[in-house]
Antibody, heavy 117, light 112 residues
Framework: QVTLKESGPGILQPSQTLSLTCTFSGFSLSTYGMGVGWIRQPSGKGLEWLANIWWDDDKYYNPSLKNRLTISKDTSNNQAFLKITNVDTADTATYYC?????????WGQGVMVTVSS | DVVMTQTPVSLSVSLGNQASISCRSSQSLLHSDGNTYLSWYLQKPGQSPQLLIYLASNRFSGVSNRFSGSGSGTDFTLKISRVEPEDLGVYYCFQHTHLPLTFGSGTKLEIK
C-alpha cells in the first residue's frame, strides 16, 4: 500500500526558509523509474507543480520560482524534501507531495503553510 | 511553458447524464519516447487530487469505467458517463512531457 505524508512548520515569517518533508511507504525511491514530485495549491486556487526528484537523483524545478527551490531525498529513510528560500506571503498554500511514475499516482494529504509577519 | 487550456470552467450536469471536459495544450504532448504524458485528476471538496487517467487514455487502478480519456497531440478529452453524486469536484489535466510541468486551470463539476 502506497502512502505519503507531508510535514512542515505550519507558519513562518517572510524571508525565512520553508523546509518540507515527505515521508512515504510502499515504494522505494531507489527503484528504477520512481520519482516524487511537489505541488502546491493556494487556498481556493489551482495546482502548481514545483519540482520532482528521481531514483537516479535527477532533479527538475519550476523556473518560475527563480532558483529558490532545492529538492533532495533520503532513500534509506523513505523521505523526500523540499526547501524554498526567502518565502513571501505568495508562498502561502497547501503543499502536496506525490509519487510520480507515468503520472502523479499517489498523493499525500497535504500540509498547510502560512507565511505571515 | 506549455499552456493547458481547460474548458469549460464549470459544468452543471444532471445525475445519470454525461459530462465532457476538454484540455488543449499549446504544444504537442507526444514525448520522444513515444508516450503522451497527459493525465487527469479529480479533487473532491476538502481532499487531495486523485489520479483518474494517465498516458491520455489509461484508467488508473480502481477508477470507475464511467471515466474515459481520449485524445492525442494537443487535444484531449475526459468523459464521465452516468454522472453520480460522488463525481462532484474540480477536474484538472496535467502534462509532464515538457518542463516545467503544468496543470490546466480546472473544471468545476456541479450536480444539478
Amino acid at each position: 500500500q502506497v502512502t505519503l505524508k507531508e510535514s512542515g512548520p505550519g507558519i513562518l515569517q517572510p524571508s525565512q526558509t520553508l523546509s518540507l518533508t515527505c515521508t512515504f511507504s510502499g515504494f522505494s525511491l531507489s527503484t528504477y523509474g520512481m520519482g516524487v514530485g511537489w505541488i502546491r495549491q493556494p487556498s481556493g486556487k489551482g495546482l502548481e507543480w514545483l519540482a520532482n526528484i528521481w531514483w537516479d537523483d535527477d532533479k527538475y524545478y519550476n523556473p518560475s520560482l527563480k532558483n529558490r527551490l532545492t529538492i533532495s531525498k533520503d532513500t534509506s529513510n523513505n523521505q523526500a524534501f523540499l526547501k524554498i528560500t526567502n518565502v513571501d506571503t505568495a508562498d502561502t498554500a497547501t503543499y502536496y507531495c506525490a509519487r510520480e511514475i507515468a503520472a502523479l499516482d499517489y498523493w499525500g494529504q497535504g500540509v498547510m503553510v502560512t507565511v505571515s509577519s | 511553458d506549455v499552456v493547458m487550456t481547460q474548458t469549460p470552467v464549470s459544468l452543471s450536469v444532471s445525475l445519470g447524464n454525461q459530462a465532457s471536459i476538454s484540455c488543449r495544450s499549446s504544444q504537442s504532448l507526444l514525448h520522444s519516447d513515444g508516450n503522451t504524458y497527459l493525465s487527469w485528476y479529480l479533487q473532491k471538496p476538502g481532499q487531495s487530487p486523485q489520479l483518474l487517467i494517465y498516458l491520455a487514455s489509461n484508467r488508473f487502478s480502481g477508477v470507475s469505467n464511467r471515466f474515459s480519456g481520449s485524445g492525442s497531440g494537443t487535444d484531449f478529452t475526459l468523459k464521465i458517463s452516468r454522472v453520480e453524486p460522488e463525481d462532484l469536484g474540480v477536474y484538472y489535466c496535467f502534462q509532464h512531457t515538457h518542463l516545467p510541468l503544468t496543470f490546466g486551470s480546472g473544471t468545476k463539476l456541479e450536480i444539478k
